[in-house]
């Protein structure tokens, strides 16, 4: 670690700069995406080296082989590397996928943000209610209109001029 004129290092907390691109996550996808960009590109010069080294393997022959001996023979190189180039694909899809789900997290967190909110203007409203009185219509000024069919007690018998429920 380089340290300034005074013994001082450059900084204090080495981990400040991934501390701040956690936080953002515009700036974590993009330091994923460089990091995938490295893995693929690790990822294509190794399939290179694997077609290279099966060729090679699988080519060299010593006397008195048998048939499918020298693939035998280059079976581990083989397995081995393909299980690397397996893991490097888990690593670019992991990567990819951490990206995403750290742009859902901010989006998850505006929704809990927004929904907390609400949720709380509806309780509010809810304990201190306004009241707000009816308007008052011509016929409810004091005397009832006699066409209204409800003013009056009734029988069961005289229902012909109301409507069912």
């Avoid at 060299?60 to 048939?67: A, F, L, P």
């Avoid at 001996?69 to 581990?76: D, K, M, N």
């Avoid at 069919?149 to 029988?155: I, K, L, M, R, V």
Wanted: proline letters at 5%.
């Amino acid at each position: 670690m380089s340290t300034e004129d005074n013994g001082q290092p450059f900084f204090d907390d080495p981990n400040a700069a991934l501390r701040e691109i956690a936080q953002n996550p515009a700036a974590y996808a993009h330091y994923l995406a460089d990091f995938n960009r490295v893995v693929l590109d690790m990822q294509a010069k190794l399939e290179i080296l694997q077609r290279e080294a099966r060729v090679h393997c699988r080519g060299t022959r010593v006397e008195g082989d048998k048939w499918g001996q020298a693939f035998l023979r280059s079976f581990p190189v083989e397995s081995s590397l393909n299980d690397v180039l397996k893991n490097l694909k888990n690593v670019t899809a992991g990567l990819e996928k951490s990206a995403h789900k750290r742009h859902a997290h901010d989006e998850k967190v505006k929704e809990v943000k927004n929904s907390r909110k609400e949720k709380a203007q509806i309780k509010a409203r809810k304990n201190n209610p306004t009241l707000q009185a009816a308007p008052e219509t011509p016929d409810q000024r004091g005397t009832q209109s006699p066409n209204s069919g409800y003013g009056a007690p009734t029988s069961i018998y005289n229902l012909d001029r109301r409507e069912s429920a």
